[in-house]
């Protein structure tokens, strides 16, 4: 049966991720059964979420991550710096740390950084 709404491809509950510390339309999650991503470049950041998790994990925006959705979801990752599906500039995504209270704010930048992933609640 096709709708014409648009579904989620997969929800929080079927990831089995908890509600993030935000919005209760987002959850997140930092550790998949492989481990932690680790630093690594943008092109890399952008497939790790749904290569690791599965269908409906993805980089989390800019403003998620601001929000503190990703905010103790595991790997150690508060003080370090998060890569985010928002772009702003030619190559460049903007990063926001872990825990966002822990930074001035988000910072615009191609250097390798850690992801966290979040997902869409149905």
Known sequence: TTTSTTTCVNSCAALGWPRGLGSALVCANSQSRTGCSGP???ANAQNWCQNFFGSGARLCT???LLAGETKQTGCNYDLSYVWSS???GNGS???VMGDPAKASGPRCSSTAAV???CADSC
Do not use: G, Y
Request: aromatic share 6%; with cysteine; net charge negative.
């Open 40 to 42: 690594i470049s943008a």
């Open 86 to 88: 928002t772009p702003c």
């Open 115 to 117: 992801v966290r992933c």
């Open 93 to 95: 995504f903007l990063q």
């Open 62 to 64: 800019s403003d998620e």
